[in-house]
């Protein structure tokens, strides 16, 4: 049973470019979170989504991010007009249950390393 | 908004030796959750701790959780060098439906000297 798959697992842009770093769950998950983790800071939660659905995305920036989990396909994270603040290891997570409620157990992917030139 | 301080940030141990990582909220722990991260590689999921005084263990490494004192520690017994890795705390900010973001500490990164 494969475990979060994230690629690329290494990303490079320059700045003004556009990254796109996608996340395929677990098997039988529905749910899946994208946070970031900033060089020397601790894990940041962005975004939250349901399959074709937004939940929660209190931690994504408002602007140049945008994160989407189709009917068919792996959830993606798009960055545009990256900026070098933007260098960021991003992990995706996902659970079979909501984790609202303190169920579900997050299983994290190995993450995207986005760095921008 | 909730702050988790892990301590120390860093440890430097004796192959063997005991060690004890701990986790401080700033608000009330409703879930608390471990995890172990190794440079360039995604978080592996350690230990879930739900009820005040839980203690939960998975071969040599325990975990405990003081509701009261919003406090976490994680303890390895007779560390091996394959603990090596930096150690994350994260919780849950409140009860019920509707939390659905993780809070983490930075990290406490751990060495074991062969």
């Known amino acids: 049973n494969a475990g979060v798959m994230q690629n690329p697992r290494h990303l490079v842009r320059r700045r003004g470019q556009e990254a796109r770093l996608r996340c395929s769950p677990m098997k039988g998950h529905s749910h899946v979170y994208w946070y970031r983790q900033l060089p020397e800071e601790g894990l940041k939660f962005m975004v939250y989504?349901?399959?074709?659905?937004?939940?929660?995305e209190s931690g994504m920036p408002k602007e140049r991010f945008s994160a989407e989990f189709p009917k068919e396909g792996p959830s993606i994270l798009r960055i545009q007009q990256v900026v070098r603040g933007d260098s960021a290891a991003y992990f995706c997570?996902?659970?079979?249950?909501?984790?609202?409620?303190?169920?579900?157990?997050?299983?994290f992917g190995e993450g995207s390393r986005l760095t921008v030139l | 908004s909730q702050e988790l301080e892990q301590s120390p940030q860093s440890l430097i141990v004796q192959e063997g030796k005991n060690l004890t990582i701990n986790c401080t909220s700033s608000k009330t722990l409703y879930g608390l959750y471990w995890y172990k991260q190794k440079y360039g590689e995604g978080l592996i999921f350690l230990m879930m701790?739900?009820?005040?005084?839980e203690e939960k263990s998975h071969e040599k490494i325990t975990a405990k959780l003081d509701e009261k004192k919003q406090q976490s520690s994680l303890h390895i017994t007779a560390s091996q060098p394959s603990h090596a890795g930096i150690y994350l705390c994260g919780a849950d900010g409140a009860r019920g439906a509707g939390s659905y973001q993780l809070t983490f500490g930075k990290g406490t990164k751990l060495s074991v000297i062969p």
């Open positions: 997570a996902s659970s079979f249950k909501s984790h609202g409620g303190n169920t579900g157990e997050l299983f």
């Open positions: 701790l739900q009820k005040g005084g």
């Open positions: 989504l349901q399959k074709e659905n937004i939940i929660d």
